[in-house]
């Protein structure tokens, strides 16, 4: 079983400052980890992944993640935070997708809602 | 760049009643997936659809659901007889081959049960 927690419900930053949204996995297998952003009244979108190899990554609008497993996390991040990043952010841990047969559904956290102060 | 679309965008059912969301995966994936997010809560998993048939289900998916893919490009839901917790946006998700991980979600479809 997998499970996933985001610390902070509601994070907020003032605009050009750091972003740091907190994600701690559980799974009894290698996992893989996914970040996805949320903008209002629309789907989910693909931040960046960690699948095998580097454990920094880099995604889209400037966002990176680091996998520790050591600390079993996966911490966001974004060193300068824009308006435009406001938006609700989860984590989501998956089994191994290349195990076949698409056992892989998508173990979510609650989100952390990321507010931009001006 | 080729998106999945979910339709209708809303709908608004009365307890008890059937209704079945409808989902366009992207054309070459070969994995698909239903999540549900009610109000102010997290994305939960729901069901897994590979080769004809569920790959993975969670407790979530009783028997008052079901998916079918009834051609080579819709993926639906159907709840039997809604309930009032069913209320929640629905989201598909489709997978590429073996070789991608990423799941690609659709907008959804918000459920409100009456």
């Known amino acids: 079983a997998q499970s996933v927690t985001q610390l902070g419900s509601h994070v907020s930053v003032s605009e050009g400052a750091l972003v740091l949204l907190r994600c701690n996995y559980s799974?009894?297998?290698?996992?893989?980890l996914f970040w996805y952003v949320q903008y209002p009244n629309q789907g989910l979108q693909l931040l960046l992944k960690?699948?095998?190899?580097?454990?920094l990554v880099k995604g889209i609008n400037g966002f990176e993640a680091e996998f520790k497993k050591s600390e079993t996390s996966f911490h966001l991040t974004k060193p300068s935070a824009h308006m435009s990043d406001a938006a609700e952010y989860f984590c989501?841990?998956?089994?191994?997708?290349?195990?076949?047969?698409?056992?892989?559904?998508?173990?979510f956290g609650k989100g952390t809602h990321l507010i931009i102060q001006p | 760049e080729p998106e999945v679309t979910q339709t209708p965008s809303h709908q608004v059912t009365q307890m008890g009643q059937e209704v079945i969301l409808r989902c366009v995966p992207i054309s070459n994936h070969l994995y698909f997936y239903w999540y549900r997010q009610i109000l102010g809560q997290k994305v939960e998993f729901l069901v897994s659809?590979?080769?004809?048939?569920?790959?993975?289900k969670s407790e979530i998916f009783d028997d008052q659901f079901s998916v079918e893919r009834p051609d080579g490009s819709n993926f639906t839901l159907k709840i039997r007889s809604t309930k009032l917790e069913d209320s929640a946006m629905y989201f598909c998700a489709s997978r590429g081959t073996s070789g991608s991980e990423t799941q690609y979600f659709g907008p959804g479809t918000r459920l409100l049960v009456l």
């Open positions: 659809f590979y080769n004809n048939e569920i790959s993975e």
């Open positions: 799974s009894s297998v290698p996992p893989y």
């Open positions: 960690y699948t095998t190899g580097a454990t």
């Open positions: 989501a841990v998956s089994l191994n997708p290349y195990s076949g047969g698409g056992a892989d559904g998508l173990t």
